[in-house]
């Protein structure tokens, strides 16, 4: 992905245009025309020590710890724009077969991946 692609998909405050995607193989709507590949985004965040001790006391009370929800909903979407931002770059309409992942980067930081299929599509007529 181009450098700038990259650096406009991480800023959250400047979303890349909406693309649709779907979980499933293929987009209600739509018939797939052309298959480009896989496409992929991916961000790595770390806790904050303040956030820590937060989540600490919460922990002794129970409940949602918001501010960690709020980092993992803000890494997902950035994860999805860097998606979008790459298949964009490869002239596709859409994304299909979308999947998430995390894993363990070091103590402390998670990365979220997001991958799914690239494709062209045109709208299918009405029924």
């Known amino acids: 992905m181009s450098t700038e692609l990259t650096r406009a998909a991480a800023d959250l405050a400047h979303r890349p245009g909406e693309m649709p995607m779907s979980t499933t ?3 209600p709507g739509y018939r797939i025309v052309d298959s480009l ?4 985004g991916n961000t790595i965040r770390a806790r904050h020590v303040g956030t820590d001790i ?4 919460k922990t002794l ?6 501010e960690y929800t709020k980092m993992m909903a803000e890494s997902r979407e950035q994860a999805l724009d860097r998606m979008r931002a790459e298949a964009v770059e490869v002239g596709a309409h859409a994304i299909v077969g ?3 992942t995390t894993s363990t980067v070091l103590q402390g930081a998670a990365e979220i991946l997001v991958y799914g299929t690239a494709v062209r599509v045109e709208r299918l007529p009405p029924a």
């Open 61 to 66: 009370f129970g409940g949602e710890i918001s």
């Open 54 to 57: 937060v989540a600490g006391i």
């Open 37 to 40: 590949g896989l496409v992929r």
């Open 25 to 27: 193989d293929d987009l």
């Open 98 to 100: 979308v999947r998430f």
